[in-house]
């Protein structure tokens, strides 16, 4: 079965500082995404970045960039500079291939920025 | 602009009643999706569709139905064999490498 961990329920940051949410991920299929999600108190999800399994370098957008080790199966984002409105939900699901690109989603992670 | 509208966004549903969650997108998908969010976790897959007049069912199916008679709609009925269907609904549309998800249903039993 596919399965997601994020093993941090909750973690809490200083204004601007940078911040890892770890995630890792079991699937023995070669073709995989992993995305990164995040919910605010609304309830909407709100896509933050993407890495394909044979992509080579690790994806960057603006001040969100994963952490890809797929030797170990994990795929943690980096939040530089975080911000009052970054306290969230986090998610950070995978697809597979196989299992016709269903999205898998973890438990996610309580974000909460300190001002 | 191209998007998935759930509605309603709030909905009251007495014991023993189905109720039926709309779900439209405009983005051209072939595959939708419907998860389920209880409060404090993670979203769990309710049905799936990969092409019109096709579905199957993901991980918590029970007391839920679907159809997907047109490729824009997905709609989800939450059946009175549901036990316990307070919940948040979300839908979902993509596939690979980009899904966009709707702004969601709060489920509650009166």
């Known amino acids: 079965a596919q399965k997601i961990t994020q093993t941090q329920p909750g973690m809490f940051v200083q204004e601007k500082e940078a911040v890892t949410l770890d995630c890792t991920y079991d699937t023995s299929d070669p073709s995989y995404g992993l995305f990164w999600y995040k919910q605010p108190s609304s309830g909407e999800m709100i896509f933050l970045i993407y890495q394909g399994s044979y992509d080579q370098q690790n994806a960057t957008e603006g001040r969100y960039s994963l952490n890809f080790q797929k030797a170990r199966k994990s795929a943690n984002l980096v939040i530089s500079a975080s911000q009052l409105g970054d306290s969230a939900m986090y998610f950070c699901p995978h697809n597979v291939e196989e299992y016709g690109n269903k999205l898998v989603f973890g438990a996610g992670t309580i974000l909460r920025v300190k001002s | 602009d191209g998007g998935i509208t759930q509605s309603p966004k709030y909905l009251f549903r007495k014991e023993g009643q189905n109720v039926t969650l709309s779900c439209e997108q405009n983005l051209n998908h072939d595959a939708m999706y419907w998860y389920r969010q209880d409060p404090g976790q993670g979203l769990r897959l309710i049905y799936y569709?990969?092409?019109?007049?096709?579905?199957q069912k993901g991980d918590i199916a029970e007391g839920y139905s679907v159809s997907r008679e047109k490729k824009e709609s997905f709609p989800l009925t939450v059946t009175s064999a549901q036990k316990n269907p307070t919940a948040f609904y979300l839908c979902?549309?993509?596939?690979?490498?980009?899904?966009?998800f709707g702004s969601g249903t709060r489920l509650t039993v009166v």
């Open positions: 569709s990969q092409i019109v007049n096709d579905f």
């Open positions: 979902a549309s993509g596939q690979s490498g980009g899904y966009t």
